[in-house]
């Protein structure tokens, strides 16, 4: 009887430690600032309304390790519901920069494009609109990135 609590208390920090072990790797890797996800824009507005939209302190979410803002209580429970689907691509860095370097590049949140489904956030900023070069050869640095994001990740 005691083997069975000990392996299942094993068994419980095992995988306490592993989500621990997630949360700092998304910490120390995504685009935060102060562990806030996009500056505190709104992730699930992008999707809902198709704009950036600054979320409010009062309707943040705490999920693995980042926290995000949003503008509504609807837009909090649907990403609530499906974060993966509302989360920018890259951990939120530049989707250009990604693809052209595998580098992690800050973002001006409200400079964006919704491809299949995902959010992909762009440097812009003193005349260099990274979204106008992705968009010039978007199949090719979207491949690129998705075989560097893993590298970095990881």
């Known amino acids: 009887m005691k083997s069975i609590f000990l392996l ?13 072990d997630a949360s700092g790797l998304r910490k120390k890797h995504f685009n935060l600032d102060g562990g806030l996800a996009i500056s505190g824009y ?4 992008y999707f809902t309304q198709n704009k950036a939209v600054k979320g409010s302190k009062d309707l943040s979410l705490y999920h693995q390790g980042v926290t995000y803002y949003f503008s509504s209580a609807a837009n909090k429970e649907l990403f609530r519901s499906n974060p993966a ?4 691509e890259y951990g939120g860095w530049c989707a250009y920069a990604m ?3 595998g580098e992690k590049v800050s973002i001006d949140p409200e400079t964006f494009k919704i491809v ?5 956030l762009f440097y812009n900023s003193f005349f260099n609109n990274t979204l106008k070069s992705w968009n010039k050869n978007e199949a090719s640095l979207k491949a690129k990135a998705d075989a560097n994001w893993p590298k970095i990740f990881h």
Do not use: C, R, T
Not at 8 to 14: G, Q, Y
Not at 85 to 88: A, C, L, S, T
Not at 116 to 120: E, F, T, V
């Open 99 to 101: 693809g052209e370097k």
């Open 42 to 45: 709104d992730p699930v507005a």
């Open 8 to 20: 299942a208390a094993i068994s419980i920090l095992s995988i306490s430690a592993h989500a621990q």
């Open 116 to 120: 299949n489904g995902k959010l992909y």
């Open 85 to 88: 689907k509302y989360e920018p």
